[in-house]
Structure formats: C-alpha cells, structure tokens
C-alpha cells in the first residue's frame, strides 16, 4: 500500500471536518434561521467536491491495482448531517461517475446511492438511540463495505475477480475513515448542540428567575400570615419547595456540558436527558426537559 496516498486522502479528510466545524459558526440557527438552512446545502456540495477528489486520488494497495475512498464523505455527511447533504454531495459523485462512463458505471452509480441510503438508515436509528455513537459508526462503515463489495458483484465475475484482491484494503479504509472519524463529526455536533443548549438555557434562566422570584417572595409574605401547621401553610410550604426545586434545575441546566436524549418513543419528540447532560462534576437532576 502507497502510504502516501493514504495520507493524502486522511489530510483531505481532517480538511473537511475543520470546514464542517466552521459551517456550525456561519450558519448559526441562534443567529439566522434563513441561513442556517444553508448549511446542508454548502455541506453537501463541499463534501461531493471531496468524493471527487477521492475518486482522482486513488490509493494504490499493489501492483495495477487501486481502490478509492469516495464512499468514506458521502456516508459521513449524511450520517452527520442528514439526508439532503447526503443527496447533494451524492449526486456530484453520481454525476462524474456516470460521465467517466465504462463498464462498471452502472454498478457504480448504484454503489453511490446505496450508500447514501445506508446512511440516512443508520442516522434515522443513532436519532432513536440519542445521538450517533460508536456502534452506529462502526455498523455504518461495515454495510458501506458491503455495498461496494454487492458494487463488484454486479459485475459478474469479473468484479469479483477485481475485488477479491482489494477487499482488505477497502474494509479498513471503511472502518478508519467512517467507523473512527464518523467519532469525531459526531463531536463536532455534540460541542455545538452543547454550546446551544447553555446559551438558551442561561436565556431560560433569566426569563424564568425573575419571575419565580416574585411567586417565592409572595408566597414568604402570605406564609407569615399563615399557622405553619394549618392545611393552608402546609400548601405554601409545598408551594415554595416546588418554586426552589425549579429554580435548581433552570441552575443546573446552565451547566449542561453535552446534549443527551433519551430514547425516541413513537411520534414523540426528542426530550433532553439533564441528568445525562450535566457535567457529573457538578451533579444532576432526575427531571426532563422538552427539547425545543
């Protein structure tokens, strides 16, 4: 294997999640709704430019023969980013592939979108799961082999002959560029749900605290009026206990460190885990929170 090679494609790679950390600042949501629907769309074109490259800069793992790594951007970006960058970026591969013609366009073109499918599939169930995590990455990379490997046998036996000697070199190509570095997208995307999140909650905080602050100071004053032991004190008791216990969890949300959800239950919408979301250091609350 031409080591040179790998590391062009690996250097191609780390560029392209450097931009993709970058789209997360231009296309804000915080700051502009209209642009941040942008941000599929440059993602999608920017890492179809990718497979492009990948698709040029082959890695020679013997003697006349070479296989490409143009399956590792369009799985992470739809696996990352969602379907429509997936589409895009997916369609630039399909177009070239189908423009540089030959006999194995076909099989190629149908690789293209098989993987992009497979992705949008593994990203549907990493969404039910909480978040994409190391055994969606990896189950990822190993139905991305399988599809190029279904690619060569559509060729008859033929491709078989051509991937039989390059199966190895294609499966670790998989598994390092989609089942490891998918990790590091999904920290990107963490880092800034996380960002996000302690910069609404803060906002919360302070549109929740002031007035909360005005019901605990009212329900002090109407307490002293009051026999603690009477039916009455003991609701304004219950009452303030609520009104602080509210207070610590908009406190704790402040210190929110990543996003976890829980688990999607049929049509519901996500709902965020503060209890695995807190930094531990710091330590948690059993309540839950509906993810805006």
């Known amino acids: 294997m031409d080591y040179h090679h790998v590391v062009e494609a690996a ?66 970006i739809t696996l990352v980013e969602g379907t429509p960058a997936g589409a895009i970026a997916g369609a630039i591969a399909l177009v070239r592939r189908l423009w540089l013609g030959g006999a194995g366009a076909g099989a190629g073109a149908l690789g293209i979108v098989a993987v992009v499918a497979v992705a949008a599939l593994v990203r549907v169930w990493a969404k039910r799961d909480g978040g994409v995590g190391l055994r969606h990455s990896i189950a990822l990379a190993v139905a991305v082999f399988a599809v190029t490997w279904a690619s060569f046998l559509a060729l008859g036996e033929r491709g078989a002959a051509m991937f039989g000697p390059v199966w190895l070199p294609v499966l670790v190509v998989d598994l390092v560029g989609i089942g490891l570095v998918a990790r590091l997208f999904g920290d990107v995307v963490a880092s800034r749900a996380a960002e996000a999140a302690r910069r609404d909650a803060a906002q919360l905080r302070a549109e929740i605290n002031n007035p909360l602050t005005s019901v605990l100071g009212g329900l002090g004053l109407v307490a002293r009026k009051v026999a603690p032991d009477s039916e009455e004190g003991k609701w304004i008791e219950r009452a303030r206990e609520g009104g602080e216990r509210i207070r610590d969890i908009i406190a704790r949300m402040n210190r929110i460190t990543q996003v976890q959800e829980t688990p999607q ?8 885990d503060l209890k695995k979301s807190n930094d531990p250091a710091t330590g948690s609350v059993e309540a839950r929170t509906p993810r805006p």
């Open 11 to 76: 250097g191609a790679v780390a560029l392209a999640l450097v931009f993709y950390s970058y789209t997360w600042r231009w296309f804000d949501a915080a700051e502009s709704q209209a642009r941040a629907r942008w941000r599929p769309m440059v993602n999608g074109v920017a890492f179809g430019l990718l497979a492009l490259f990948l698709m040029r800069s082959r890695i020679q793992v013997g003697e006349d023969r070479w296989v490409d790594a143009r399956a590792v951007p369009l799985a992470l």
């Open 265 to 272: 239950i049929g049509a519901l919408p996500p709902i965020l």
